[in-house]
């Protein structure tokens, strides 16, 4: 499923466009809106547990290991 979201800080990510490439340095702008597919997941920092998201966007690219404190649901 298909989720309307909006990062709420800036963003560096790696895009993930083909398994065949490496993966794009890209700046995601605060404010920017998307639709993607979330798959959430806790990961261990230095401090502590966090909570991030990889993302699969409708154009069939990829970015992982979001925090979710970078974006929030629209719908």
């Not at 809106?33 to 699969?56: C, I, K, N, S």
Request: charged content about 25%; glycine content about 4%; some cysteine.
């Amino acid at each position: 499923m298909y989720h309307a979201i909006r990062f709420t800080a800036e963003v560096d990510a790696h895009l993930e466009i083909s398994p065949k490439k490496p993966p794009e340095r890209i700046h995601i702008f605060n404010g920017t809106r998307l639709r993607a597919q979330v798959r959430p997941h806790v990961v261990e920092t230095p401090d502590g547990p966090a909570e991030v998201a990889d993302l699969f966007l409708e154009d069939g690219t990829a970015t992982r290991l979001v925090p979710f404190a970078c974006f929030s649901f629209l719908d």
